[in-house]
């Protein structure tokens, strides 16, 4: 293991190319689509105050990863949790390590990429909202500012301040005060929290909005009746059909004739996206050991060609 790559959060973020990011991230949503990737569902190990969650996976041409990741509430900041840990690369050749890199940023933006995706693949024109302060909120700000610079985002959450801070990782920033006004006006709306609750509700949302939920590890971030009015979109079968912490707790106990469409399936081609310009869209992402690798690959390759690490 002489030559494995080490890299700190620093080096990791340093090497996570925004439009490598988005291309791997699509082709490995594709892929989960097609069957074509190996990854079971998601275990953990509960503790009191959190979780330790491990994630192998494998996708043709990305690569063979595993994450050890752990999700704790922050108890300085209320409402937060936060998601620490390891992203292990190996040769999908022969088995070696190749890399071992800090799975905050992995996680924070290859969630991020997916939910970007399904905006951009089902999502109509019109205002765009992050809602959440934390983390994946900032990832999910920074991403957009690296594809869309120009294009306006506001940021909504409890606390103005931290909205504002957050609003400023974008050009085009700017914070709302309350998530109600704000999300009401919204054609996209990126769930970016650590809810235990829903903190977004069915009256809020306009005919048409686009809501991308990635939050939630803790319970729904969604209510009932958005995920009852919505055409749902996910990134794995198991999103709805296995129990939390694999599935997501705003996909339990769907009727049977529910659907739930693969977003890869969009991506290809394959299945259609928005049928009507008024119809509710929401994509739930669980996260998926398929974007882990997907991440990982583009962090080895970028920091192996910038002698990062």
């Keep these: 293991m002489s030559d494995l790559l080490v890299l700190d959060g620093a080096a990791t973020a340093a090497a996570l190319d925004p439009h490598r990011l988005m291309a791997a991230v699509s082709e490995a949503l594709v ?30 041409g990305l690569g063979l990863a595993a994450k050890l990741v752990s999700v704790f509430a922050d108890p300085e900041h209320p409402g937060h949790s936060s998601h620490q840990g ?17 799975a905050e940023p992995v996680t924070a933006w290859r969630t991020a990429a997916a939910a970007t995706h399904s905006a951009l ?22 991403l957009l500012a690296a594809l869309r610079p120009a294009e306006p985002v506001t940021v909504a959450g409890r606390d103005l301040a931290a909205a504002r801070a957050v609003a400023g990782l974008h050009p085009a920033g700017r914070a709302a005060d309350g998530i109600e006004a704000a999300v009401r006006t ?32 803790h319970g729904p971030e969604l209510d009932a009746a958005t995920v009852a009015d919505a055409a749902l ?3 794995w079968p198991g999103a709805a059909a296995t129990a939390p912490p694999s599935g997501a707790h705003e996909l339990q106990d769907l009727p049977p004739d529910r659907a739930v469409t693969l977003l890869g399936s969009v991506l290809a081609g394959e299945a ?10 929401v ?3 669980t ?23």
Aim: glycine content about 12%; some cysteine.
């Design 121 to 142: 693949a089902l999502a109509r024109p019109g205002p765009v909202v992050v809602v959440g302060t934390g983390a994946q909120a900032r990832a999910q700000v920074a």
């Design 186 to 217: 919204a054609a996209t709306v990126y769930c970016c929290t650590g809810a235990t609750r829903p903190v977004l509700h069915r009256d809020w949302l306009a005919p048409g909005t686009h809501v991308s939920s990635v939050g939630g590890s």
């Design 283 to 285: 994509f739930k992402s």
């Design 86 to 102: 390891i992203v292990a690369l190996f040769d999908a050749g022969d088995g070696r390590p190749l890399a071992v890199m800090d």
């Design 233 to 235: 979109f996910a990134e």
């Design 31 to 60: 892929a989960v689509a097609r069957g074509r990737a190996s990854a079971p569902p998601r275990i953990a190990a509960f503790a009191p105050s959190g979780l330790l969650g491990a994630m192998p996976g494998y996708v043709p």
């Design 272 to 281: 259609p996206g928005r049928r009507d310009p008024d119809v509710l869209t």
């Design 287 to 309: 996260g998926h050991a398929a974007l882990d690798v997907a991440a990982a690959h583009v962090v080895h390759g970028v920091a192996t060609g910038r002698s990062i690490g």
